[in-house]
């Protein structure tokens, strides 16, 4: 299947820091990439969907100033949450779409904020 | 619009007993159907989906699941269960013109017993 990389696999920063998220599809070009955070022990929310070369859209309630997308490539999307705080924490998950209708999923990165 | 309703939040099977885990769906158009599998502090793989072919779908590890539109189900199942089979499991559902979105169950945590 396709393979989808995310790094860093984990993070611990400071509160106030920004924190950026690679999210590379290696074998296939993403015409669509997908991010989503998920807490303990709950399913994954989808934060915003990004296409190459156009702005994010973000889902309601997600901070599209706090949490800044971009997908500059068919291959990388970034997701970068600025000025963290602890309520931040989470798991974030990105997913990539090629031309059909399975997307494939990244390994995760967990956030830690202090 | 669409949702996902997974019955049951935690399933505990023994080694080698039928697992079984319920996804019923709402969807204002044709789904598209998926099961994916995460294991702990890991992303989410793919094991099965539906996209409008054969009903009964199989997928990797022994899983296969059954479209019935009349039910709007789409259970998963695997004959005997293997401890590896340990994990959280999401349906999701997308509807064929929405660009990939999906919406994710709740999940189910499967306990497999010695």
């Known amino acids: 299947g396709a393979v989808v990389s995310q790094h860093p696999s984990w993070v611990i920063c400071k509160s106030g820091t920004s924190v950026k998220i690679e999210c590379r599809s290696l074998d296939f070009q993403a015409t669509t990439m997908f991010w989503y955070r998920q807490f303990p022990k709950q399913s994954l929310m989808l934060m915003a969907t990004?296409?190459?070369?156009?702005?994010?859209?973000?889902e309601q309630g997600v901070e599209k100033d706090k949490f800044l997308i971009n997908h500059a490539s068919l291959t990388l999307s970034t997701l970068t949450v600025t000025s963290a705080h602890p309520e931040d924490s989470s798991f974030y998950i990105c997913?990539?779409?090629?031309?059909?209708?399975?997307?494939?999923f990244g390994p995760g990165t967990r956030l830690l904020v202090l | 619009a669409q949702s996902v309703t997974q019955l049951g939040s935690h399933v505990s099977v023994s080694e080698g007993a039928l697992v079984l885990l319920r996804c019923n769906y709402s969807s204002s158009v044709p789904p598209y159907l998926f099961w994916y599998v995460q294991y702990p502090n890991q992303g989410l793989q793919l094991l099965l989906k539906y996209t409008s072919a054969a009903t009964l779908v199989k997928g990797i590890n022994g899983f296969e699941a059954e479209f019935k539109k009349s039910e709007t189900s789409f259970h998963l199942t695997k004959p005997s269960a293997h401890m590896s089979d340990a994990a959280e499991y999401f349906c999701a559902v997308s509807a064929t013109d929405s660009w990939g979105k999906l919406q994710f169950g709740a999940g189910t945590q499967v306990v497999v017993t010695p």
């Open positions: 990004s296409n190459e070369g156009s702005k994010a859209t973000y």
């Open positions: 997913s990539a779409r090629g031309g059909q209708e399975t997307q494939y």
